[in-house]
T-cell receptor
Framework: GAVVSQHPSWVICKSGTSVKIECRSLDFQATTMFWYRQFPKQSLMLMATSNEGSKATYEQGVEKDKFLINHASLTLSTLTVTSAHPEDSSFYIC????????????FGPGTRLTVT | QKEVEQDPGPLSVPEGAIVSLNCTYSNSAFQYFMWYRQYSRKGPELLMYTYSSGNKEDGRFTAQVDKSSKYISLFIRDSQPSDSATYLCAMSPWGDDMRFGAGTRLTVKP
């Protein structure tokens, strides 16, 4: 099946610094990528939808200046958490939609961010 | 009211039992219904995918959708300890932009 990777798998950073998370589709072209956030014992929350070559669409309540998303190619999307704070600590998961299979999304393994 | 409601459990069953997991929803525009399994500290993996109403079977798993009642179910037959995970329902009007349930944590005891 299709594979989506995320890097890093976990990261610890200091408050005030920025962290970049990469999401790659390894064996297919992802026309659309999605970024989710998951708090402990809670469901996935869609943060934003990004289409290759265009600006991301953010969900209500998600600060676009804080969570910068770039979808520069058909296989790579990045999420940058700027000026991170402890409340940004969470599990961030991306998913990618196969351009050749509209209905299928494939999830990455997730990135655990801890802000100290 | 949340768009998707799912009992978070936890649910504990003995090995071999039939497991029933359910979600209700409020948005009548949802047409695509999915069940994901998520092991601890891992990303979700797609288990079942159905469009509109009806049943779908895949091995020990059966997904049911009742759009008139806005109710979906996932049944696991002959449950195994390896089925222990969190099960998330998800639904969407167009196939993307999914809305997830809270997830039900299932433990199958040997």
């Amino acid at each position: 099946g299709a594979v989506v990777s995320q890097h890093p798998s976990w990261v610890i950073c200091k408050s005030g610094t920025s962290v970049k998370i990469e999401c790659r589709s390894l064996d297919f072209q992802a026309t659309t990528m999605f970024w989710y956030r998951q708090f402990p014992k809670q469901s996935l929350m869609l943060m934003a939808t990004s289409n290759e070559g265009s600006k991301a669409t953010y969900e209500q309540g998600v600060e676009k200046d804080k969570f910068l998303i770039n979808h520069a190619s058909l296989t790579l999307s990045t999420l940058t958490v700027t000026s991170a704070h402890p409340e940004d600590s969470s599990f961030y998961i991306c998913s990618a939609r196969d351009g050749g299979n509209r209905d299928e999304q494939y999830f990455g393994p997730g990135t655990r961010l801890t802000v100290t | 009211q949340k768009e998707v409601e799912q009992d978070p459990g936890p649910l504990s069953v003995p090995e071999g039992a039939i497991v029933s997991l359910n979600c209700t929803y409020s948005n009548s525009a949802f047409q695509y219904f999915m069940w994901y399994r998520q092991y601890s500290r891992k990303g979700p993996e797609l288990l079942m995918y159905t469009y509109s109403s009806g049943n779908k079977e895949d091995g020990r798993f059966t997904a049911q959708v009742d759009k008139s009642s806005k109710y979906i179910s996932l049944f696991i037959r002959d449950s195994q300890p390896s089925d222990s995970a969190t099960y998330l329902c998800a639904m969407s009007p167009w196939g993307d932009d999914m809305r997830f349930g809270a997830g039900t944590r299932l433990t199958v005891k040997p």
